[in-house]
């Protein structure tokens, strides 16, 4: 075992790490990075590891960016922080300016948080309330999907449908309903594809053609659903959920925190099914990783249902202390002008391109794969159960961070989700190390 240094002591002496059991840090403890550049983390050591998760799925035009940097400087020599609450300020509006420009036509109006889970707090609430305010107070469910991630505060954790997560908080959380996805799977053919399409389709249909009575919203990740290992799913079938949602006065919440900002090879993973929700929730790529930011961005027939006399009641009455933080804002803001000016969609549909060929060549037919997948700048590789062998990829990630490329793990799946900024070449390392590090596993397995 690695002696540790003196930082790596002194942070298992105070430091509780998130997603982690901490007593797993006696093997390998958490890498002390000194500094970001482009791709890359340094550690104490001057030792390089390529970020390919993008520092969890935030980070798009790499560490220490230049223009970014650059209007950090400006806009805290000039204001840092203001209250919200009855102030405000020229990159919250510039903000919201850029945005109506890029999201989907007829959403136009504004919340500010300052995380992930925060802002799908914000949307629940809203969705219930509207309804309350409209003459449907019985409105009062929320419909997710199986497998969905989005968040862990209470809240959050009950449109949410990961065990790991949510196991131990049964009791506090007040849950909703669940229905099944069509997941896109390259073993079933296109005939039984269909087939179990329609029954997923159809099941959504059932619920909410006999409750849709007592239903507020319902709640997707876009296309792809990330903490429950990259799983992808039709566009077809996201089309039916607008549908339905619209034809019962169903709000349609979409949360594109992870998905949204040129993830997918679209600015917003709702474009791929050409849909308009309701409500939608940004965080992550928003920031380009710099700061803590996330949006709630609503329609105004739904603004319009909270605009009342005071003494109606009727305000939204919901506030985070940092909200609409103007560091942030102008980062967001200038996140939307590299999005413009470089030409980042093309880009990444371009190195998406590439990095689908290159996984093709590497992982296709090898008989430890059970299934690869891609979309935009996201890869994913699900080892077979090995009998005995329990949390592979978190094996298969530490041996591939020891070669300097960091993914993470999922089960038996690892997934990568590098910066736009990657090269090809980068593109290259960071697979054929993923290829040799699952290799090298399985063969230590079997001896
Ligand atoms: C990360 C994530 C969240 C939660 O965001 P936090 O900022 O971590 O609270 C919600 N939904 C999705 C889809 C996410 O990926």
Wanted: proline letters at 4%; charged letters at 25%.
């Amino acid at each position: 075992m690695k002696k540790r240094s003196e930082l790596q002591e002194k942070d298992l002496q105070y430091i509780f790490h998130p997603c982690a059991q901490m007593k797993d840090f006696e093997e390998n403890p958490p890498l002390v990075i000194q500094k970001g550049e482009g791709l890359y983390l340094i550690d104490e050591e001057g030792k390089r590891y390529m970020d390919c998760i993008s520092s969890w799925w935030v980070n798009l035009f790499g560490h220490a960016n230049r223009r970014i940097n650059q209007v950090v400087m400006e806009q805290i020599n000039n204001l840092e922080h203001v209250i919200f609450a009855s102030f405000s300020h020229k990159p919250a509006i510039d903000l919201a300016e850029a945005l109506v420009e890029v999201l989907p036509k007829g959403i136009n109006k504004f919340l500010f948080a300052d995380n992930g889970s925060s802002c799908i707090e914000m949307a629940l609430k809203l969705s219930f309330q509207y309804h309350l305010q409209t003459g449907n107070p019985q409105k009062m469910k929320f419909i997710s999907l199986e497998n969905a991630y989005h968040g862990e505060t209470i809240g959050a954790l009950g449109v949410g449908d990961v065990d790991i997560f949510t196991q131990t908080y049964r009791p506090l959380i007040k849950e909703g309903r669940k229905v099944r996805v069509p997941y896109l799977d390259s073993r079933k053919s296109e005939e039984e594809f269909q087939k179990y399409e329609e029954e997923c389709i159809q099941e959504l249909r059932d619920l909410i053609e006999s409750s849709h009575h007592e239903i507020a919203c319902m709640i997707v990740e876009p296309m792809v659903q990330g903490a429950a290992g990259m799983l992808m799913y039709s566009a077809n079938y996201l089309r039916q959920v607008r549908e339905l949602t619209k034809k019962y006065n169903i709000h349609l919440i979409d949360d594109e925190i992870a998905m949204g900002f040129g993830r997918t090879g679209k600015m917003f993973a709702c474009e791929h099914a050409g849909i308009t929700p309701d409500i939608m929730c940004l965080a992550k790529g928003l920031s380009s990783g710099y700061y803590p930011i996330a949006l709630v961005c609503i329609t105004t027939d739904i603004f319009n249902a909270f605009y009342a006399d005071y003494k109606e009641g009727k305000s939204f009455l919901h506030s985070h202390t940092y909200s609409g933080n103007p560091l942030g804002c102008r980062i967001a803001v200038e996140v939307l002008k590299i999005f413009k000016e470089e030409n980042i969609l093309a880009m990444v549909q371009e190195k998406g391109a590439y990095l689908q060929a290159k996984m093709e060549e590497l992982f296709e037919g090898k008989d430890y794969v059970k299934s690869y997948r891609r979309i935009g700048m996201i890869g994913a590789i699900e080892i077979h159960e090995i009998p005995g062998q329990e949390r592979v990829g978190r094996k298969i990630a530490a041996l591939a961070l020891e070669k300097g490329v960091l993914i993470r793990p999922i089960g038996n799946i690892v997934y990568f989700m590098p910066p736009y900024i990657i090269t090809k070449e980068e593109i290259n390392t960071m697979l054929q190390v993923c290829k040799e590090s699952i290799e090298e596993y399985l063969k230590a397995t079997k001896n």
